[in-house]
């Protein structure tokens, strides 16, 4: 049989596809195929040029699709014919900076059960509470430039031992090319910091962890993207503490069980609530409790927050940890950013703590946990942070130049790139200096990850709002850039829309609390004859007033007396 004629293809991969061990992936298939060429990272995507037949590279596109790691997502393969080449092998090239065009950047992925297994086998990362690999380990949060390369990456400061380097240098290895690559022997290192002493020794720092945590201690512990405060979840004593620290009398707390098994014994876990749980991304999830824990962690709520372990170390203290739940809530001071910094954590936390455990990488991009839930089986991101960050949302639409500025509440921004919609990480309510300034750094960072440049800022209507402000600055300095405001329950409709991909006119319900409406007064539960681009305002509730303004809405008795003086004038005085 004759043997088919050989050409030479260059394939282009866009998507997700720096930083989930592509490369080595697509060195494996071709491999498997006896195909020759070379693959290269590019600010881009992934570029592979290989030869073959038609029926080999075939066969080998089909691999690239079906078999992509874990952490993956290709949004689009293009493959074109150019002229011949000669290979005397398949080879991993150096990564290329050549365009302006992105590629996505990896968020966050929880540790790899390989990893785990490695933890207790492997002799260099034994006990090793920063394992990672291709598969697995931060990502965006330790990543300062394109293309995702070490001296791109806070683990710059970390020079590998020669066993990590033949690690990182074999392609055949699972961490060839995994840019935090490190061990017992050349790694960041952890230490605990307790009263009266400290330690850098792994062994002392999980004995006694567990025995502060095992109490009624109130720890600071550095995880992915920001600090944790951590506490016994059955110490009422140490929920006590956390909560008067964080001066938050009623607002739930999340929870880290040790295992899914455990989680099941408090909560209602369906098959789309496990398999989110058991996600890379290891989101914190609300669930339907089946009973109470400790007071003052959920009181009075049906559901509760709860996450399992995503960074090595947690798999390491649950291990020898009698509690089977801590939790775990944002390391911060209330409406300010979660902190990153092992400085300004001692500075802002040691009269209250009684330990830091701590890190010495550090963090460049901040990010909290998410927070989904399921409704209707449908998997849903309520806060888009760790796991999801920085990946974009793909709108079919022309988005290029936008910047939406958003709101205050839970506060983010959004850039367009094509026709995704780059969203930023949780930023916390934007009502304080802090939480701009976090604001300010995550949109430069965005602009130079992602070579954005703005042509059209979007902000809400309300002038005050910081978001707005900041809207406003943009322009000044900039003032080629154009400008619209847009209605705050409006923008909800027209997101809704978006999502779920419908065009023309809709009947839209947005019941948000407070937005500036266009007649100026505050508007909160509104039915609306909508579009993208305009609106038209059909049923609401009644006007009343707001005693107090903003307070009305943290403090709602001032609302009932506002109803009462409405519904019964003087006479409210009688009932």
């Not at 367009?416 to 200096?433: E, V």
């Not at 322009?475 to 027209?494: L, M, R, T």
Request: hydrophobic share 35%.
């Amino acid at each position: 049989m004759n043997k088919q004629p050989s050409f030479t293809c260059r394939i282009g991969i866009r998507g997700l596809v720096q930083g989930v061990g592509f490369r080595p992936f697509v060195f494996r298939i071709a491999s498997d195929h006896g195909l020759k060429g070379w693959v290269e990272n590019r600010n881009d995507g992934v570029v592979i040029e290989v030869n073959g037949s038609e029926e080999e590279l075939l066969r080998f596109r089909e691999g690239l699709l079906e078999h992509a790691p874990l952490a993956a997502s290709i949004e689009s393969l293009e493959v074109q014919k150019v002229a011949y080449r000669s290979f005397r092998s398949f080879e991993i090239r150096e990564s290329q900076d050549i365009s302006g065009s992105i590629t996505e950047i990896s968020p966050d992925i929880a540790v790899c059960n390989d990893c785990l297994n490695d933890l207790k086998y492997q002799p260099h990362r034994l006990g090793y509470p920063l394992i990672n690999c291709t598969h697995c380990g931060p990502r965006f949060s330790i990543i300062r430039d394109l293309p995702y390369d070490r001296p791109n990456t806070t683990m710059d400061a970390f020079g590998m031992c020669p066993v990590c380097r033949s690690e990182y240098t074999d392609v055949l290895d699972r961490r060839f090319h995994a840019q935090p690559v490190a061990c017992n022997n050349c790694g960041p290192v952890y230490r605990l910091e307790y009263p009266g002493g400290a330690t850098e020794d792994p062994r002392e720092i999980l004995d006694r962890s567990c025995e502060l945590l095992s109490g009624d201690a109130l720890l600071a512990l550095k995880g992915t993207g920001g600090f944790h405060l951590v506490c016994n979840a059955f110490s009422e004593e140490g929920v006590s503490k956390l909560r008067r620290l964080k001066k938050r009398d009623g607002k739930p707390l999340a929870l880290m069980f040790r295992s899914l098994e455990e989680a099941r014994n408090y909560l209602v876990i369906g098959e789309a609530e496990e398999a989110l749980l058991c996600s890379w991304r290891r989101p914190i999830v609300l669930l339907r409790k089946k009973r109470d824990l400790t007071p003052g962690i959920a009181d009075g709520l049906a559901s509760l927050g709860v996450m399992l372990p995503y960074m090595p170390f947690h798999h390491l203290l649950f291990e020898q940890l009698d509690p089977a739940a801590l939790v775990m809530t944002s390391g911060n001071f209330s409406d300010e950013p979660i902190l990153i910094s092992n400085e300004e954590a001692r500075e802002q936390f040691s009269a209250f703590l009684d330990g830091f455990i701590t890190y010495n990488r550090e963090i460049f991009n901040r990010v909290d946990d998410s927070v989904t839930a399921v409704i209707r089986e449908n998997p849903m991101v309520l806060r888009r942070a760790r796991g999801y960050a920085p990946s974009p949302i793909r709108t079919g639409k022309d988005m290029e130049g936008i910047l939406g500025t958003g709101a205050e509440l839970t506060g983010s921004f959004c850039m367009g790139r094509g026709h995704l919609a780059l969203m930023s990480p949780y930023t916390g309510d934007l009502k304080n200096l802090e939480t701009l300034e976090f604001y300010r750094e995550t949109y430069e960072r965005y602009c130079r990850l992602f070579r954005f440049t703005p042509g059209l800022v979007v902000s809400d209507l309300h002038p005050d709002y910081l978001s707005t402000r900041f809207a406003r600055e943009l322009v000044e300095e900039n003032p080629d850039i154009a400008h619209i405001s847009v209605q705050h329950h409006h923008a909800h409709i027209a997101s809704g829309m978006l999502e779920s991909n419908l065009e023309g006119e809709v009947l839209g319900f947005s019941f948000d609390g407070t937005g500036l409406g266009t007649d100026g007064h505050m508007w909160g539960a509104e039915v609306m004859r909508a579009s993208y681009a305009d609106f038209e305002r059909l049923y609401h509730f009644e006007y009343m007033p707001l005693p107090g303004g903003d307070r009305a809405s943290t403090e709602p008795w001032r609302m009932g007396i506002s109803y009462l003086d409405h519904c019964f004038g003087e006479g409210m005085h009688e009932l």
